[in-house]
């Protein structure tokens, strides 16, 4: 709760700032405010409560996950030094909108009642609407917004139509209420309502997280962004949605299980296949990125699919490393795309040797998103393919490591583009600010990687 | 009298929603939308919720409405010069949208969502009274957060909207 009033009065300072005449003040104030609600969130941990009339509960699980994000805006906002660099007129607006979505993620992941998972989702989802569309002058980044604005809101529809039955059904937004409905048995009368309800509202989240078959937007929206939001909605919006997807699914329609489950694992499947199948056939990395997020939302759904102890801690460590290399890949596509004009895999070429540094975070990001062992990757499929069997979808599991086998053919044709290519061009400039970054994001993936047991009990 | 008044709404609602999709021309599809959104807000009135029957001709019929025409004036789309589409792409809309139809039909004809009781019945629930009660009582956090929801739409639409250097006047 504090860290939700925290973030909303930081990011209206953070407007402020953007009246001084120096826009050098306000990534080390934003990354200190960051920093203080980082802290000030985990006042809550062991010790559940709720918030106005059962609207909100911070637990474990909502402290965890809101961490989780906090972490990666601050993660992702160190290499949006060339904004800062060209003198862009709306850094401080960029800031500010980005720290207010964050509170639209955090109302997800602690929802106690369905309209505060809708108006989450849709503070979330304007501000991505924005922020794809942020570099006004070039036609990609307009197709993007207009195709994501005119997508994602027919996806809040179907959602709002969703929950609009459920009320209708059930007549309570309280998630609690709803879960003792759905698992009444004798009130039979208005089940097929309630069924119809959970379907659309399926077919809603599913399309917010880019699961197939709703995920025909995300190649064009991830590759028009500019990429410093392509990493946020990759990372944190995917986090938010997942998070909020698994309480909707244990905690919200528990006793429908039955009639959810069958579909759920059709859209697990379809995701993993659709996302690590496209992502080989592209030739631009950006791209590629962009349905490896459909496949990682596909192996994420694995953990939806088995409730068990291990599926929560599963999730939190699957955000947490993926969040941490793709970040750091998406970094370096920024600071190499920002010089060289393009986003090919061509345009890596022989990075091993004009740029060792960013060739190796690249590497150590592409292998943990190959779930190469000893980086962090490796556990984060491990632990999510441990709680399917623990479940008994073993054939599940047979397909995903298919599906991840796949994804190390396209995975490392970036590594190979690297060093085993001549050179294209000129060393890429890099600040010291980002190349920190960078190879703290390479060592926290090798820490995931060699001591997964550090974040693996928390929830 | 008031089932008749009910099937009359009914009737015209669904009438003037399907005349919104299957006009050609846009300005007819918004004049439609402007009926659809009165005959819903009979059916408020006859569900005894007379605020929201008012707010929804202030706010719809009213502001955004409006705000459609001037859209589609200003982008000058009155013409009738609709893209044309393939029959494929016609073909698996209609597919899609009949088994969604089919799926709602099926499952809530078995619906049983009960009847009106009379005894039971509260008079003033739709009054702003007691709507006011609900919103800034129970519903106070979502009412205060939508505010983060509209800062968030503001600082956005002034931020793609400015004018920045070097951009061409129009």
């Known amino acids: 709760m504090t860290s939700i009033i925290l973030l909303s009065v930081f990011g209206i300072i953070n407007l402020f700032l953007g009246f001084l005449k120096s826009n050098k003040i306000l990534l080390p104030a934003v990354i200190i405010f960051l920093a203080i609600v980082f802290g000030v969130n985990f006042l809550d941990w062991n010790n559940p409560q709720s918030h106005f009339n059962n ?20 993660l992702i906002l160190p290499f949006s030094r ?19 979505s964050l509170v639209g993620a955090i109302m997800m992941v602690s929802y106690e009642n369905i309209i505060m998972l809708f108006l989450g989702i ?12 942020s570099h006004k002058k070039e036609l990609r980044s307009n197709e993007a917004a ?7 809101s027919f996806a809040t529809g179907i959602l709002l139509f969703g929950f609009a039955l459920i009320y209708g059904a059930s007549g309570s937004f309280n998630i609690a209420e709803i879960a003792s409905f759905s698992s009444n048995t004798t009130a039979t009368d208005l089940l097929p309502m309630m069924e119809i309800g959970v379907l659309l509202v399926l077919v809603g989240i599913c399309f917010k997280i880019g699961a197939a078959p709703f995920h025909f937007w995300t190649p064009d929206v991830y590759e028009g962004t500019p990429t410093l939001f392509t990493t946020y909605m990759s990372t944190v919006v995917k986090t938010a949605g997942i998070a909020a997807f698994y309480k909707l699914v244990w905690a919200v329609f528990p006793g429908l299980n039955e009639f959810w489950y069958p579909t759920l694992v059709a859209i697990t499947v379809l995701t993993l296949v659709i996302g690590n199948i496209g992502a080989a056939i592209q030739t631009s990395f950006k791209r590629m990125m962009a349905y490896s997020s459909i496949a990682h939302a596909g192996y994420l759904l694995i953990a939806l699919t088995s409730f068990n102890d291990y599926s929560e801690n599963a999730v939190l460590f699957y955000a947490l490393s993926y969040t941490v290399a793709t970040v750091a890949a998406f970094g370096v596509l920024k600071l190499v795309s920002d010089q060289r004009e393009g986003e090919t895999y061509e345009m ?4 091993g040797r004009t740029n060792p540094l960013l060739a190796f975070a690249m590497t150590v990001a592409m292998c943990s998103l190959a779930s190469i062992p000893l980086t962090g990757g490796f556990f984060a499929k491990f632990f999510i393919f441990g709680s399917a069997i623990e479940a008994g979808a073993v054939w599940l599991v047979v397909v995903a490591i298919l599906m991840s086998a796949v994804s190390i053919y396209y995975y490392f044709r970036v590594v190979m583009a690297m060093y085993m290519k001549e050179p294209v061009g000129e060393k890429v400039a890099v600040d010291g600010f980002a190349a920190f970054m960078l190879i703290f994001l390479s060592i926290f993936t090798f820490i995931m990687g060699i001591f997964p047991g550090w974040f693996n009990n928390w929830l | 009298m008031i089932q008749n008044v009910f099937y009359f709404l009914c009737f015209l609602t669904l009438i003037s ?3 919104v999709v299957f006009s050609r021309n846009p300005v007819y599809s918004v004049l439609f939308l402007i009926l659809t959104f009165f005959s819903i807000s009979g059916h408020y009135i006859l569900l005894n919720a007379q605020f929201l029957a008012a707010v929804n001709i202030i706010v719809y019929a009213g502001a955004i409405m409006v705000l459609f025409l ?4 200003f982008l ?37 969502a009960g009847t009106y009781k009379a005894e039971g019945f509260d008079s003033q629930i739709g009054m702003v009274q007691n709507l006011g009660m609900v919103l800034f009582k129970n519903y106070l956090l979502p009412f205060e957060l939508a505010s983060v929801l509209f800062l968030v739409a503001m600082a956005g639409a002034v931020m793609l909207g400015k004018k920045e250097t070097g951009e061409r006047h129009f």
Do not use: Q, R
């Open chain 1, 55 to 74: 609207m909100l509960t911070i637990d474990n699980f909502a402290v965890a996950f809101s961490a989780v994000m906090v972490l990666s805006l601050a």
């Open chain 1, 82 to 100: 060339s904004y800062i660099n060209s003198g862009n007129p709306h850094l401080a607006e960029f800031y500010s909108i980005l720290m207010f």
């Open chain 1, 122 to 133: 849709e503070i979330l989802s304007i501000a991505m609407y924005v922020m794809a569309g």
């Open chain 1, 146 to 152: 207009l195709k994501y604005l005119l997508m994602g």
């Open chain 1, 348 to 351: 890596f070429n022989g990075l």
């Open chain 2, 17 to 19: 929603g399907s005349m």
């Open chain 2, 70 to 73: 001037f859209v589609i004036m």
């Open chain 2, 76 to 112: 000058n789309l009155n013409k009738e010069n609709e893209t044309h589409k393939s029959n494929l792409s016609k073909f698996a809309a209609v597919i899609a949208g009949g088994i969604l139809l089919v799926i709602m039909v099926a499952a809530l004809k078995d619906v049983d």
